[in-house]
């Protein structure tokens, strides 16, 4: 009896630990069809932004949330003035970056933030408090909560495609390989060769995001091939990390309640 009562409460084992699995996301190959989207809300049951004129562009989603997985953004541009204006377009699929060191794991305080066995950051669903906490951790604007329970929500890597041995439902529809899914190491690798590529072709504005630890912030699993600025992305330049300025944090808050104690200490002695 005791011994199914243990076994009834006991933890069951994790999975194995699998090869670590990331996207690569060519931003020079997308041509903003919006496949990754459909078929993200499709795989994923999410329910439909809307088709509401937003004023920004082409583009009815506007940002990734709790019921947007996947992104298309539409960045347009302009050169010159008058007859001489000339412009262009600038197109990401954005979405979770499956940090190495995510904020919104170390953020999360009842452990519902999880790696999985591929590596990717998983939020569980059965776990989440809707604190929120996530959501302002994160520096890149990924996470939201779920309007009708108020849970956490954000891309899972198809978890459940990946345990099958699929891809992931928007690399799986991109018709141009913008979207590229596999082993990290061999994204990473591919990724380089790319730039180099683009680069010997006279476009020296590539270049990688993300594909490297940077600063007080790790790599990330999910990475863009860029060719501007990380903001005209809506991308950070620098991605900070809450938990790498504890201690400052905790030294300043320390000082400051010392000064506070000497200063009440000597307004109370010259009273």
Not at 91 to 116: F, L, R, W
Request: proline share 6%; aromatic share 10%.
């Amino acid at each position: 009896m005791i011994a199914e009562l243990q076994n009834a409460f006991s933890r069951p084992e994790p999975p194995p630990q699998r090869t670590e699995t990331g996207f690569f996301t060519d931003t020079t190959l997308c041509i903003g069809c919006k496949a990754c989207e459909v078929a993200c809300k499709q795989w994923n049951q999410l329910p439909a932004d809307g088709f509401h004129w937003t004023g920004n562009s082409y583009d009815n989603t506007s940002c990734l949330s709790g019921e947007t997985w996947r992104h298309v953004a539409f960045v347009e541009q302009f050169d010159g003035g008058g007859a001489d204006r000339t412009g262009r377009w600038l197109m990401m699929s954005d979405v979770c970056k499956h940090c190495v060191q995510a904020p919104c794991q170390e953020a999360c305080p009842t452990g519902a933030i999880i790696y999985n066995e591929f590596g990717n950051v998983y939020a569980q669903q059965d776990i989440c408090n809707g604190c929120g906490y996530c959501v302002a951790a994160c520096p890149f604007g990924v996470i939201g909560r779920n309007e009708s329970n108020g849970h956490a929500r954000k891309c899972t890597l198809c978890y459940d495609r990946q345990k099958g041995g699929f891809e992931p439902a928007c690399a799986k529809v991109c018709p141009t390989d913008s979207i590229q899914f596999g082993p990290v190491d061999e994204l990473r690798a591919k990724a380089r060769r790319r730039v180099d590529e683009l680069q010997d072709r006279g476009m020296t504005e590539a270049y990688l995001y993300g594909a490297e630890a940077s600063g007080e912030y790790g790599a990330l699993n999910a990475f863009f091939l860029l060719t501007d600025h990380p903001t005209v992305y809506n991308l950070p330049e620098a991605p900070r990390r809450p938990k790498a300025h504890l201690k400052t944090n905790y030294l300043f808050s320390f000082g400051a309640a010392i000064g506070l104690a000497a200063v009440s200490a000597w307004l109370l002695a010259n009273k």
